[in-house]
């Protein structure tokens, strides 16, 4: 059996902002809670979503003060402000780090609390089990998926919580390429290898959806004929409109099957080293294609007849290398690092790493198991 479903309801297309004030009269929307962050402010687009919300007759207050890799007490914060507010409805625009911020915004205000009491280390997903606030969600960045997945992140300490719950899912996801723009050419490559990190660990899974797997294998083909222009020529509107396109669909894949091992090593290197998460997985994602290969070699090679690569009497085994080292091509081609220690991670940065990634929920569903202790340091040693 499977079983699946693709909600938000999704609008996308190129200047569809500007239904943000109508798709708000369509939820009943009296007075929004725009959710960003500082420097999405000073590219001018919450004032258009003000000015769009006006125009429908909305009122609206801002809270922008979600911070890369947030910390849980920014988002207490934000649940105080909603309330204090008297808001109904959540617009959150930004990147992952504001769309999580503002699903816990949203459980916070209808089910109190702090944070990590909904760790899903500690408590099921059915911690989640009110019906929140509606959210509206738009993504800047073409990376994260966040618009249309289940999961929240948040940074308590130096450690990532996970939080999953149905109810958490926005109310509609508004993606509109022309935002990601004016994304600088580090933050594109950082975020569309987060979206293909996402594409690659959701199609070689534990969990079996063969509808998720179309909507990998469009996003694997998507990014890998598309981020490198996006970050040559920010202006390549083709090439944004593609990367936005993957990045949704590859969210809609790992929310269905969940993502693997990269996502466990990463998880850990933002929370302990601070790294934005699209980096570390870009650095991790070939090492540990290295290690599952053995289990998953025949996907490998889906993969690479996806990408278009000339498998011409190449094995199985010499076909998957060669889908990892057109990764390892595509990540010196738009300027990601090779080793982590070129990013600040130092190798006594290891040792704290390795029982919460060995933990994390999404080293369940990565192909080879066990995931031991043993097995995540290799990795963070590998990519060193
Ligand atoms: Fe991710």
Do not use: W
Request: with cysteine.
């Amino acid at each position: 059996m499977i079983s699946f479903s693709f909600a938000p309801q999704i609008v996308f297309g190129y200047g569809c902002l500007n239904r943000v004030g109508f798709l708000s009269l369509f939820l009943k929307t009296q007075n929004a809670f725009i959710i960003t962050d500082s420097e999405i402010e000073k590219l001018g687009f919450v004032n258009k979503v003000q000015k769009y919300l006006e125009l429908s007759g909305i009122k609206s207050n801002v809270f922008n003060e979600i911070e890369p890799n947030p910390q849980e007490e920014t988002v207490i914060k934000g649940a105080k402000e909603f309330k204090s507010t008297n808001s109904d409805t959540v617009i959150a625009i930004g990147g992952g780090s504001v769309l999580d911020s503002a699903k816990i915004i949203r459980l916070l205000v209808k089910q109190g609390g702090k944070p990590s009491d909904y760790n899903c280390k500690t408590s099921t997903i059915m911690a989640v089990h009110e019906m929140l606030p509606l959210q509206i969600s738009i993504p800047t960045t073409s990376g994260t998926g966040s618009e249309v997945s289940i999961v929240a992140m948040v940074t308590s300490g130096h450690e990532k919580v996970t939080i999953l719950g149905y109810p958490l899912i926005s109310t509609i996801a508004l993606v509109d390429p022309k935002l990601t723009m004016s994304c600088p050419p580090n933050l594109t490559a950082m975020c569309g290898m987060d979206a293909l990190t996402h594409a690659i660990e959701a199609f070689i899974s534990l969990r079996i959806n063969p509808v998720a797997d179309m909507f990998s294998l469009q996003a694997i083909t998507l990014i890998y004929q598309n981020l490198k222009k996006a970050y040559l020529n920010g202006q390549d509107v083709i090439a944004r409109i593609n990367m936005s396109l993957a990045a949704t669909v590859a969210g809609m894949a790992f929310n269905q099957k969940s993502v693997g091992l990269v996502h466990a090593c990463s998880h850990q290197l933002s929370g302990q080293c601070n790294l934005p998460h699209g980096l570390a997985n870009a650095i991790i994602l070939p090492h540990v294609l290295r290690v599952n290969k053995k289990v998953s070699m025949s996907q490998y090679v889906t993969l690479a007849t996806a990408l278009g690569l000339d498998l011409t009497k190449l094995s199985d085994d010499e076909a998957s290398e060669r889908f990892i080292l057109e990764i390892e091509k595509l990540n010196k081609e738009i300027g990601i690092p090779e080793k982590l220690a070129e990013c600040g991670v130092k190798e006594s940065d290891i040792a704290a790493m390795i029982p919460n990634a060995t933990s994390d929920i999404s080293a369940i569903t990565n192909p080879l198991q066990p995931v031991t202790k043993e097995l995540v340091e290799s990795v963070y040693r590998a990519a060193l």
